[in-house]
Nanobody, 124 residues
Framework: QVQLVESGGGLVQAGGSLTLSCSPSGRTFNNWAMGWFRQPPGGERVFVASISWNGVTTYYADSVKGRFTVSRDDVKDTVYLLMNSLKPEDTAVYYC?????????????????WGQGTQVTVSS
């Protein structure tokens, strides 16, 4: 069910940066853990990063550790994904999602609400 809205995607050169934002639609998710997933062309939707409900704990896929940072702002009720040192392999549709099972949720089946996705394209 679409209850989240992503923004910030676009075209960027390799080595550049983008920041994605995720905001709720119709309800708040400030007591939920939040995750970011991505689906490359022809591939499956896979885990990228997640953050606990209070923002204390974060998790990252090995492919993005040291380059991506996930954060959240309770007042703005917004989750962010800061992407640095982007590579062509990062090209994908990026989705945010909410889970009731906590931040250590690495599979898409654990998430109840999803955004519509935002396209990130990294040129070589």
């Amino acid at each position: 069910q679409v209850q989240l809205v992503e923004s910030g995607g676009g075209l960027v050169q390799a080595g550049g940066s983008l920041t994605l934002s995720c905001s709720p639609s119709g309800r708040t998710f400030n007591n939920w853990a939040m995750g970011w997933f991505r689906q490359p062309p022809g591939g499956e939707r896979v885990f990228v990063a997640s953050i606990s409900w209070n923002g204390v704990t974060t998790y990252y896929a090995d492919s993005v550790k040291g380059r991506f940072t996930v954060s959240r702002d309770d007042v703005k009720d917004t989750v962010y994904l800061l992407m640095n040192s982007l590579k062509p392999e990062d090209t994908a549709v990026y989705y945010c999602a909410a889970t009731k099972y906590g931040g250590r949720s690495f599979h898409r089946s654990l998430y109840d609400y999803w955004g519509q996705g935002t396209q990130v394209t990294v040129s070589s």
